[in-house]
Every structure is written in C-alpha cells, then in structure tokens.
C-alpha cells in the first residue's frame, strides 16, 4: 500500500513564505514524476510545479519566480518553497507521484490528502 502524506501548511501574512513536505511510503520500486496541485474553494485542481526523475522541473505562470519544487529521491520525498505568498495562493495543496510498487507494475498516480495553506493578514 502506498501512502503520500503532505505537511507543512499553515497560515502565512502576504509576502510571507511556506515550505511543504510530502513523503510516499509503502512498497515503493521506482518513483517518476513528482508534482503539486492546488484547489482554492470554487475553483478547479490546477498544477502548481511538477519534477520529473531527472530533476527537469516545469511551474505554473503564476508562480514562476516565487515557488520552487525539489526532491529528495533517497527519502521519497518532494517538497515546495513558496516565498512572496499572496492571498491567491490560498488553497489546498495537493501533492502527486507516479509511482511504481513493484517491476511488475506500471506506474500508478497516487495522491495526497491535502494541506491547507491560508494567506492572510
């Protein structure tokens, strides 16, 4: 069974900054691309940052120079530094992985449960 867990949200004034953690556990084999996704109330999913096995990283416009996504491959891990908050940016935040469990399996898209990142003064 794989798991991704999301930590590290909160409430942040504007022009404040926020790291986010997500961890996968379980039976991992191999782990592709790793990404963020947020949704504000009313709004749909949308990709915030996405990285790939090869550490090629790709942003959403509207947080191109504020976030910046990394990973760690040997803790399973993938994090997001979100510096300069709005109150756009408001939403939950999702992490994603495509992830393998074993060689014998194609790779499977498993999400997070959600942290809430409040921007406000």
């Known amino acids: 069974q794989v798991q991704l867990v999301e930590s590290g949200g909160g409430l942040v004034q504007p022009g404040g900054s926020l790291r986010l953690s997500c961890r996968a556990s379980g039976t991992i084999f191999s782990i592709n691309a790793m990404a963020w996704y947020r949704q504000a109330p009313g709004k749909e999913r949308e990709l915030v940052a996405r990285?790939?096995?090869?550490?090629?990283?790709h942003y959403a416009d509207s947080v191109k120079g504020r976030f910046a996504i990394s990973r760690d491959n040997a803790k399973n891990m993938v994090y997001l530094q979100m510096n300069s908050l709005k109150p756009e940016d408001t939403a939950v935040y999702y992490c994603n992985a495509g992830i393998r469990p074993s060689r014998d399996y194609v790779p499977y898209i498993y999400w997070g449960q959600g942290t809430q990142v409040t921007v406000s003064s």
């Open positions: 990285i790939t096995s090869g550490d090629s990283t």
